[in-house]
């Protein structure tokens, strides 16, 4: 199988949805209902114009496994609305998500290491991302293990979260 990372635009908002939907049906799966809850992403329409939002004001990526959608990330110059802002330049990851049919490929590594490379090109040494914070820190090692160093953790609601970042 040949993974490409192909430049994405709002024409992949439906494709974007289908792989939040699928994530949400495999994590469920797994007995975890707390990160992303029960519903599909593509049934709630503040999610929807959520995810619009986010593809519009940054650059949405799309892996693709021979051709079909695999997974996708969004990056922007600003983190979500409930992450304090830094005091210089960064890239910040939003919807890194695999196509639930994908995982265990590498899919999620591939466009970390891809949203490096585009830090790296737009002259900004700071990526970060945030996560889910439950669930055992499962999610957060997986950023570690790309080589993102945890910084502030919070809460949203009743829901754990933690910024990581990494030096590029």
Same mark, same amino acid.
């Given at each position: 199988? @040949? +993974?490409?990372? *192909?430049?994405?635009?709002?024409?992949?908002?439906?494709?974007?949805?289908?792989?939040?939907?699928?994530?949400?049906?495999?994590?469920?799966? *797994? %007995?975890?209902?707390? /990160?992303?809850?029960?519903?599909?992403?593509?049934?709630?329409?503040?999610?929807?114009?959520?995810?619009?939002?986010?593809?519009?004001?940054? @650059?949405?990526?799309?892996?693709?496994?021979?051709?079909?959608?695999?997974?996708?990330?969004?990056?922007?110059?600003?983190?979500?609305?409930?992450?304090?802002?830094?005091?210089?330049?960064?890239?910040?990851?939003?919807? +890194?998500?695999?196509?639930?049919?994908?995982?265990? =490929? %590498?899919?999620?590594?591939? +466009?970390?290491?891809?949203?490096?490379?585009?830090?790296? =090109?737009?002259?900004?040494?700071?990526?970060?991302?945030?996560?889910?914070?439950?669930?055992?820190? *499962? +999610?957060?090692?997986?950023?570690?293990? /790309?080589?993102?160093? =945890? @910084? /502030?953790?919070?809460?949203?609601?009743?829901?754990?979260?933690?910024?990581?970042?990494?030096?590029?």
């Amino acid at each position: 199988m @040949t +993974l490409t990372i *192909r430049k994405g635009g709002a024409d992949d908002v439906p494709a974007i949805l289908a792989m939040l939907d699928s994530a949400v049906v495999w994590l469920n799966a *797994r %007995g975890n209902t707390e /990160q992303w809850g029960t519903e599909p992403w593509s049934a709630r329409a503040s999610s929807v114009e959520r995810v619009k939002e986010i593809v519009a004001s940054g @650059t949405p990526w799309i892996a693709e496994l021979d051709g079909r959608p695999a997974g996708t990330v969004t990056l922007t110059p600003h983190p979500t609305p409930y992450v304090e802002p830094v005091d210089e330049p960064e890239v910040y990851v939003h919807l +890194l998500v695999t196509d639930a049919r994908c995982h265990g =490929r %590498g899919v999620g590594a591939a +466009l970390l290491a891809h949203a490096v490379e585009e830090t790296r =090109r737009q002259g900004v040494s700071l990526l970060r991302v945030d996560c889910y914070a439950g669930g055992e820190g *499962r +999610l957060v090692e997986f950023y570690e293990d /790309q080589g993102f160093t =945890r @910084t /502030q953790a919070f809460t949203v609601k009743d829901w754990p979260g933690q910024v990581l970042e990494q030096r590029v």
